[in-house]
């Protein structure tokens, strides 16, 4: 296992301890997080003068993240986050005056921030992507694929049915999937208040939940562990709920079954049995997109409370919330964190870290507190490479750790590809300091010469003759209302409803159907309904 070390003021710099079982990552962080003020005049000096703006994803390389978090002390319009935040982010921006925005993430990113803005009002503001080429998304593809929308097409069968996408998708995938079955997005964050308060607000609904197979499977866990728990403890999850309501549930939620992210996929048992071998007693941290190993172990961790299962954003504040902690008893201690997502989130985890130490005043007296954040890798993410051409590589790692087996940074190329078995995402890592200083010298594009570079504004239309933009961006609003109401919007409830209590006829991408179904105070009984329309199997699955 790799570790990465802070510590407070009294006993500076950075340790490593080596595990040739599992691999070495040769990190970065501490030089990237300092890095040259030549390239941090060169950037904000473009920044400033042209009114750009920056959104960022946590799983950008080292190297980005360490330029970014520099700069962003002399140029304000600069956000890393998880992805929920970063179109939020770039309305802040463009209200501000920024001209344009850049984004660094993958091309659902830039379409939700070119959409977002477009929504706001702000359809003049420049948005721009890092590459010329497509920077895809292992989810976004699943649920572009046909056997995607086989499994809406059961989903439009089984009414009343809500889709609850992940945002991890196209703007293309959105406005298709809303058509077939009403729709809102979710991230890891919020998928289980999403569904918890749609089961809570549409009696007898079915929720179909995708792409991410294993978070699918992580949801279907955690209310299969919710349905033992007693009603007081429900209610702390969820007002609205018992143990009544959760096992009612269970049956009329359905996920899909053939989508996951390629580095998520690799904290699997390999890593799990590590992780119980050798760091039993640290705190635990997974997405909720790994697999459920992984996940059962956290949630455990969790019920002792020293384990978290959520977003990117839910792990970082679990660590500085507990580091916060250790800093206000101001005794020694030493906090051990395995992390159990992309390899990318450690620089914001290290500049975090460092930030909180830099924040608290310490005197000759204060205490030694040490930080360790244990990243595990599978023997997939694993190359027998010597690090000495790995150019990236500061002189003193590469004579202290030559000849060892290396985890594979995506910037230097070595044993990654777009089909996993990687210690990071090779599609987030297209996105380079050399294409965002590119970008910004060549802006305004008065030449055209950046065309390719723009995020993607649908002027297609959808089978039933919308604006792809307008159908894709309504999922997203509905999730926007959810987050600052804690209710789903009437707006979306009845589109579920209407589908159910009345005739409907809808075009499913060349299917037309026209269905008659029980109208409110027939006296027929739900499970009359769920007999009369069938909840169909394919590849997805029913609780």
């Not at 890393?80 to 850049?102: N, P, R």
């Not at 096992?247 to 996920?255: C, E, F, G, Q």
């Not at 078995?421 to 008065?446: E, F, I, T, W």
């Given at each position: 296992m790799t570790t990465t070390k802070g510590t407070s003021r009294r006993k500076s710099g950075w340790g490593r301890e080596l595990d040739p079982d599992v691999g070495v990552e040769i990190w970065r962080e501490a030089m990237f997080l300092s890095p040259n003020e030549s390239k941090i005049s060169e950037l904000v000096k473009s920044l400033r003068e042209k009114k750009i703006g920056i959104v960022a994803h946590f799983y950008m390389d080292p190297e980005v993240q360490g330029i970014l978090t520099a700069s962003k002390k002399h140029w304000p319009h600069?956000?890393?986050?998880?992805?929920?935040?970063?179109?939020?982010?770039?309305?802040?921006?463009?209200?501000?005056?920024?001209?344009?925005?850049?984004?660094?993430g993958v091309d659902f990113m830039s379409e939700n921030v070119r959409a977002?803005?477009?929504?706001?009002?702000?359809?003049?503001?420049?948005?721009?992507?890092?590459?010329?080429?497509?920077?895809?998304?292992?989810?976004?593809?699943?649920?572009?694929?046909?056997?995607?929308?086989?499994?809406?097409?059961?989903?439009?069968?089984?009414?009343?049915?809500?889709?609850?996408?992940?945002?991890?998708?196209?703007?293309?995938?959105?406005?298709?999937?809303?058509?077939?079955?009403?729709?809102?997005?979710?991230?890891s964050s919020n998928v289980v208040a999403t569904i918890l308060q749609?089961?809570?607000?549409?009696?007898?609904?079915?929720?179909?939940?995708?792409?991410?197979?294993y978070m699918g499977a992580n949801i279907a866990d955690l209310f299969q562990r919710m349905a033992v728990m007693s009603d007081e403890e429900?209610?702390?999850?969820?007002?609205?709920?018992?143990?009544?309501?959760?096992?009612?549930?269970?049956?009329?939620?359905?996920?899909?079954?053939?989508?996951?992210?390629?580095?998520?996929?690799?904290?699997?048992?390999?890593?799990?049995?590590?992780?119980?071998?050798?760091?039993?007693?640290?705190f635990l941290t997974a997405h909720f997109e790994v697999p459920g190993e992984m996940f059962s172990l956290s949630m455990e961790a969790k019920t002792r409370g020293m384990g978290v299962v959520g977003s990117t954003q839910n792990i970082l504040d679990f660590i500085k919330n507990h580091l916060?902690?250790?800093?206000?008893?101001?005794?020694?201690?030493?906090?051990?964190?395995?992390?159990?997502?992309?390899?990318?989130?450690?620089?914001?985890?290290?500049?975090?870290v460092r930030e909180l130490f830099d924040s608290y005043k310490t005197s000759q007296q204060s205490a030694n507190i040490e930080v360790e954040i244990v990243f595990p890798v599978s023997s997939d993410a694993v190359s027998n490479t010597s690090v000495n051409g790995s150019h990236h590589l500061y002189s003193s790692t590469v004579t202290d750790l030559d000849n060892v087996s290396v985890v594979p940074g995506v910037s230097?190329?070595?044993?990654?590809?777009?089909?996993?078995?990687?210690?990071?995402?090779?599609?987030?890592?297209?996105?380079?300091?050399?294409?965002?200083?590119?970008?910004?010298?060549?802006?305004?594009?008065?030449?055209?010469r950046l065309v390719a570079y723009q995020a993607s504004r649908f002027n297609a239309k959808t089978p039933l003759g919308k604006l792809v933009a307008e159908v894709g961006c309504e999922p997203i609003l509905h999730m926007r209302h959810f987050q600052a109401t804690k209710r789903l919007p009437d707006k979306l409830v009845h589109h579920v409803i209407h589908v159910v209590f009345g005739a409907s006829e809808l075009d499913c991408g060349g299917l037309k159907r026209k269905t008659q179904v029980p109208s409110v105070g027939s006296g027929l009984p739900e499970t009359t309904w769920h007999s009369a329309y069938g909840v169909k199997t394919g590849r997805f699955k029913t609780f």
């Open positions: 600069i956000h890393i986050s998880d992805s929920l935040v970063m179109a939020d982010s770039a309305v802040k921006m463009a209200e501000a005056g920024c001209e344009y925005i850049t984004v660094l977002i803005l477009d929504q706001a009002g702000y359809s003049k503001v420049g948005v721009y992507r890092m590459s010329s080429d497509q920077i895809g998304c292992s989810l976004a593809d699943a649920a572009s694929s046909s056997a995607y929308t086989h499994f809406l097409k059961e989903a439009s069968r089984s009414p009343p049915s809500l889709h609850v996408i992940y945002i991890n998708t196209s703007l293309e995938t959105k406005a298709h999937a809303h058509e077939l079955v009403p729709t809102i997005t979710c991230t749609a089961f809570a607000q549409i009696p007898g609904l079915n929720v179909w939940y995708g792409p991410d197979s429900i209610a702390e999850i969820h007002p609205s709920h018992n143990k009544k309501s959760i096992n009612a549930l269970l049956p009329r939620l359905h996920y899909y079954q053939d989508g996951n992210c390629i580095v998520h996929d690799m904290f699997g048992h390999e890593v799990v049995d590590k992780i119980k071998e050798q760091y039993c007693d640290a916060m902690e250790a800093l206000d008893r101001n005794i020694d201690d030493h906090l051990q964190f395995v992390l159990g997502t992309e390899s990318g989130m450690i620089t914001s985890i290290v500049a975090a230097s190329g070595e044993g990654c590809s777009i089909h996993g078995g990687c210690a990071s995402c090779p599609y987030m890592k297209m996105n380079s300091l050399r294409s965002l200083l590119k970008v910004c010298h060549q802006l305004p594009d008065r030449d055209n």
